[in-house]
């Protein structure tokens, strides 16, 4: 009869063989065994049976054992996989939206079981959606919600969440009820209050189906965030509604009067408000865990799955509303928990939850399509269909725009016709709305399928229809997108200038508006909560402006590291250095083969024009060679710490070290060490031939220069420091700073961390400093490590070696080939670094003076 | 809101809210607080701003007195700046924060625009000179930051001087060797903040009633 019961004799060995073809085949196999309880009762028994009989059995087939489990790991990587399917063509995901595919997936694969099975075996039930697939998506929603807009907007996306989703309801089930009266819908048995309960259950717009929609249109974010808000929250007031409701069926029409109504009013309010203050407890709960999270970073990241759970989990125990329990956790704790946990804990909590997520959407939309696929469930009845379809469009056309209407009187900026249109046309239903439909009570509602397939229509017809028409809607509307601009510091800037100039209007004019509320609430919350949620040691550096710029520097940083992959590794960054050092050191000596080498650099990296012209001063080697003995020990801690960077980043990695508390790269000290000295040995090789004025071929490749700097800078290492990537920065700054004694550089070293680890604001403020010192004090062995820090990390933003005399920017300036970054900085790097070690003392010892500060604002300003 | 709103109240205040474009009651509110500020008297001086008492911990609250004082900011823009205001210039700055009407047409909402970020820039550029300089930006990049005490004042330097350079690699694009970027104009600050919806943004909500008893 099925697949599945002829495979399984032929053993388990056959079915590991099964491609994805079979894989999706298999499954309705499955199910008849799932489904089918006299068919496979025998199966297993027989199975035991043999194994009685034969004694030690060396294999067994236990499908029984395993069969849940096993099911459902099937399932997700059967939505998974079709997911992978459905995004190979980015064609066709262009056009039709990915929630529409994945549907129509579903359908397949329920005509499939329906195919194999004759029954339809898997469904979506309520209990699986509301336990185990809502709350990872709501919470996704509420973690990554732009607070700062959504609390702008508050006042709109409440009024249409509450107000909205109530008309609709009401509208909607009071139309219908009309309708029935009319005789529209031939012979039902629905009364007024379950048309209103059906109203209720359909009212909401999804926000699984909206986001899926509207991440792919990108609207304007103000549009988006009246969408995405009003569908985050209206889940919970659908939910409320419902249960209210549903109370009232079950009291029965007689017995409601005006308390019972009073009453649903009441619970209504404290159903919604309970449920948001709840989550707001557990996120702050969760936001005072984290500061104390110190010594178990491994596991820090699971606190907010596991406590955002608790939170919806609570609210549903308490009956309040669970979906606005969690989404008021992500809200309220993101960010106090992004400041408190390790960086990596964030991002490992930014990717999972957008793997959960994600996931369990696909999963929803898989099994929405295949819930369709049920002979069962269909019951047609065109006039109650069609008028549903009919009416949700267009009441909530009317009720956008009659609230908009409204709302525009009081809204400072105006939400545009053009806005209201694609609102009223991202009304999309979705799974919530079918959750609600299937729980209904069969005994009380006796229409019970009827209302399930209808919700199942206008799933689809939103999902599908709406959602493939978005698109050309919104381009053809000319709606305002969202400008995908690249993060800015100036943008920032301004902005924060903005905020405070509004205020300001605001207080000089004598009103109290928005900017004057949010002020205070900043002020109260930069004074008591961030104080009561977050580690002391990460309030410092929370400042907008300040993380913007770190993250700015972050991404240069990688930028800077995907160039050098691009050209095959890192050893760009040490050509580079290697030019200055070279130069330097021979310039005299080696004068006449300079222009060679000048040209080969030339190619190789397109900074060379404005370096020659620049003529460098040489130092004499012998000079070298003694402060170099003299600081040996100091130094030999910072170079290491930077050939760790440098060089032994990409092997090292690889080598994991088993812990399951400590997720660190091995740091073997012996290991790096004998790779360390195998380099080494190699380059003084290189070096020697070239102090002995052994005359370079006259085309110099890369690796001889490199060879030759890395030994000037290099050949005094230990190893001490951690690699850059294997972890820990606050030991690696640090390392670098206890290393130098001077100052400048070893700081420098570890600036990009420094942020991070909340230690480093003190870090750009030497940073300008270093380099007015520059040309004079800093010892060349001090200023190849800079300069390769440099290189490194931050690209110029972080370094900030910029103090902008005129000087240095029209150094800079030349080097400014392109608005991409990446380029320009290296560039620029190198005419800095340069200039600091023209005349390079040994001193090591004497820490260069403060700069004089006129020196910074000199110039053209 | 209407024409027949600007018609009522005296006449200076339909003088007014022709220039301006608040209504005649919006002027009525802000005359009775310019006049709460200023004690009464007809003009108001820096050292009525400073009085105000939300206002002391604004971090840029330097540049918007000035920027009141500005004559660049008066409708006709002049040059240099006043040692006191009259209401007529109270307004006219204040209307730079007007919300744009409901509708506009592409040209008005560029014209609105235009004018904001004008108010803006000279708010930057205080020294008067169609630049602003870096030593002006940071300027204003430190007295921001300098809210959060934890931050240096290099620090926040090291992020002007970043931003800067951003200004300048995204105003100049190639610049020649022996170039140096000396400040924005106000041309690049247009490009800069080209995708920053300041229409959108800069607007303060002028009530049509008295609200200024509530507020000190």
């Excluded at chain 1, 262009?94 to 099975?117: H, K, M, R, T």
């Excluded at chain 1, 907008?544 to 160039?563: P, Q, R, T």
Aim: net charge negative; hydrophobic share 45%; aromatic share 10%.
């Amino acid at each position: 009869m099925t697949f599945f019961a002829q495979m399984e004799p032929r053993g388990p060995a056959r079915i590991w063989l099964l491609g994805l073809v079979l894989l999706i085949c298999f499954i309705p196999g499955v199910t008849v065994e799932n489904g089918d309880h006299e068919h496979s009762k025998p199966d297993a028994s027989g199975h035991e049976h043999a194994s009685n009989i034969t004694g030690i059995p060396i294999v067994s087939f236990k499908w029984h054992h395993v069969e849940s489990p096993y099911l459902i790991a099937l399932w997700i990587i059967v939505a998974f996989l079709s997911k992978l399917v459905i995004e190979a063509n980015h064609h066709v995901t262009n056009i039709i939206p990915e929630s529409a595919l994945l549907i129509c997936f579903g359908f397949i694969l329920g005509g499939i079981i329906w195919g194999a099975d004759k029954v339809q075996t898997f469904k979506l039930t309520p209990t699986v959606f509301f336990f185990y697939l809502l709350p990872q998506i709501i919470l996704d929603a509420g973690y990554f919600m732009p607070n700062k807009l959504f609390f702008t907007n508050l006042g709109t996306i409440l009024v249409y969440a509450i107000i909205g989703t109530c008309w609709n309801a009401a509208s909607l089930g009071v139309s219908l009820w009309g309708c029935h009266k009319g005789g529209a819908m031939g012979d039902l048995d629905i009364g007024l209050l379950q048309y209103l309960l059906f109203g209720s259950l359909i009212a909401a717009v999804d926000p699984v189906a909206v986001l899926a929609v509207f991440e792919q249109v990108h609207v304007n974010e103000v549009l988006f965030i009246l969408v995405f808000g009003e569908s985050l929250l209206n889940d919970g007031v659908t939910v409320v509604l419902f249960n209210v409701f549903d109370a009232f069926v079950s009291l029965g029409g007689a017995k409601i009067n005006a308390v019972e109504i009073i009453k649903g009013i009441i619970s209504f309010f404290v159903v919604a408000f309970g449920g948001s203050l709840l989550g707001m407890v557990f996120g702050l709960l969760l936001s005072l865990l984290t500061r104390c999270t110190k010594n178990i970073q491994i596991i820090e990241a699971g606190f907010i799955f596991v406590l955002g759970y608790l939170s919806y989990l609570t609210a549903e125990m308490l009956s309040l509303s669970a979906i606005l329990s969690i989404v008021f956790c992500g809200v309220s704790c993101q960010k106090y928990i992004n400041a408190n946990m390790d960086e990596r804990s964030v991002t490992t909590v930014r990717y999972a939850m957008k793997v959960l997520a994600n996931g369990s959407e696909t999963i929803i939309f898989v099994f929405l399509g295949i819930s369709a696929v049920d002979k069962t469930l269909w019951v047609w009845n065109t006039g109650f269909v069609l008028l549903t379809l009919f009416f949700i469009f267009v009441y909530r056309i009317i009720g956008v725009f009659f609230l908009t209407w409204i709302m525009n009187k009081f809204r400072l900026v105006p939400l545009e016709f053009i806005d209201q249109i694609i609102m009223s046309y991202g009304g999309l239903r979705g799974a919530v709305a079918y959750g609600l439909a299937v729980m209904l009570d069969e005994n009380k509602i006796k229409e019970k399928n009827l209302m399930v397939s209808t919700t199942l229509i206008v799933v689809y017809f939103t999902v599908i229809l709406q959602g493939v028409t978005m698109k050309p809607l919104v381009t053809w509307l000319k709606v305002k997108r969202a400008a995908v601009s690249e993060l800015t510091l100036i943008e920032k800037v301004q902005d924060k200038v903005f905020d405070h100039m509004l205020v300001a209007i605001e207080d000089i004019s004598g009103q109290i508006g928005h900017n004057y509320m949010r002020d205070k609430w900043n002020h109260f919350e930069e004074k008591y909560m961030s104080r009561i949620f977050m580690k002391p040691s990460v309030r410092k550096n929370r400042d907008h402006v300040f993380k913007v710029f770190h993250k700015l520097n972050l991404k240069d940083a990688m930028s800077y590291v995907d160039e050098g992959e691009r050209r095959g590794s890192l050893e760009f960054i040490r050509n580079e250095s290697a030019f200055v050092d070279f130069k330097k050191k021979y310039g005299d000596n080696f004068s006449e083969m300079m222009p060679d080498i000048m040209a080969d650099m030339a190619d190789d990296r397109g900074t060379m024009s404005s370096m020659g012209r620049d003529p460098v001063p040489s130092v004499s080697l012998e000079m070298h060679r003694q402060s170099i003995k003299g600081v040996r020990e100091a130094e030999d801690i910072n170079s290491h710490h930077l050939l760790q960077q440098h060089l032994y980043k990409g092997r090292k990695q690889h080598r994991h070290r088993y812990s399951r508390s400590h997720f660190d790269v091995n740091k073997d000290e012996n290991e790096v060490q004998e790779i360390f000295q195998r380099t080494m040995r190699s380059r003084l090789e290189s070096f020697k031939s070239a102090k002995m004025g052994v005359a370079p071929p006259k085309t110099i490749s890369k690796h001889q220069k490199k060879d030759q700097q890395q030994k000037m800078s290099f050949t005094k290492t230990t190893d001490k420091t951690k690699s850059y990537h294997s972890g820990d920065e606050d030991f690696e700054f640090s390392e670098g700073d206890s290393a130098s004694g001077y100052d400048t550089s070893g700081d420098s070293l570890p600036m990009r961390v420094n942020y991070r680890v909340g230690a480093g604001i003190e870090n750009p403020a030497f940073m300008p400093d270093v380099d007015t010192l520059g040309p004079m004090q800093i010892p060349p062995w001090l200023a190849a490590t800079e300069l390769h820090s440099s290189m490194v990390a931050p690209s110029q933003r972080a370094q900030v070696r910029l103090p902008w005399t005129p000087s240095n920017l029209r150094r800079l300036a030349p080097l400014r080939i392109s608005t991409r970054s990446t380029d320009s900085f290296m560039q620029a790097d190198v005419p800095v670094t340069q200039e600091r070690d023209e005349d390079e003392l040994p001193p090591p010892l004497t820490p260069p003076p403060p700069p004089p500060p006129s020196d910074r604002h000199g110039g053209h300003m | 809101m209407g024409i027949w709103q600007s018609l009522s109240g005296p006449p200076e205040y339909r003088q007014l809210a022709e220039k301006t474009g608040f209504t005649c009651e919006q002027i009525g509110v802000l005359h009775k607080r310019f006049k709460q500020l200023s004690h009464n008297e007809d003009t108001l001086r820096r050292e009525h701003f400073n009085a105000i008492h939300d206002l002391g911990c604004n971090p840029i609250r330097v540049q918007i007195i000035e920027a009141f004082f500005d004559r660049r900011n008066l409708i006709p823009p002049d040059e240099g700046r006043m040692e006191e205001i009259h209401l007529e210039d109270f307004v006219v700055v204040m209307s730079h924060f007007k919300p744009p009407p409901l509708s506009m047409t592409d040209e008005q909402r560029d014209s609105v625009r235009t004018e904001k970020l004008k108010f803006l820039f000279n708010m930057h550029d205080m020294d008067n000179d169609g630049t602003i300089t870096l030593e002006e930006y940071r300027h204003v990049v430190e007295e921001l930051l300098s809210r959060s005490a934890h931050i240096s004042k290099e620090a926040a330097d090291s992020i002007a001087d970043a931003a800067m350079l951003e200004v300048a690699a995204i105003s100049m694009g190639h610049m020649e060797p022996d170039e140096f970027y000396e400040g924005i104009t106000f041309e690049h600050f247009l490009k800069l903040l080209n995708s920053f919806e300041i229409e959108a943004k800069m607007n303060v909500r002028f009530l049509n009633m008295n609200a200024s008893t509530v507020c000190y």
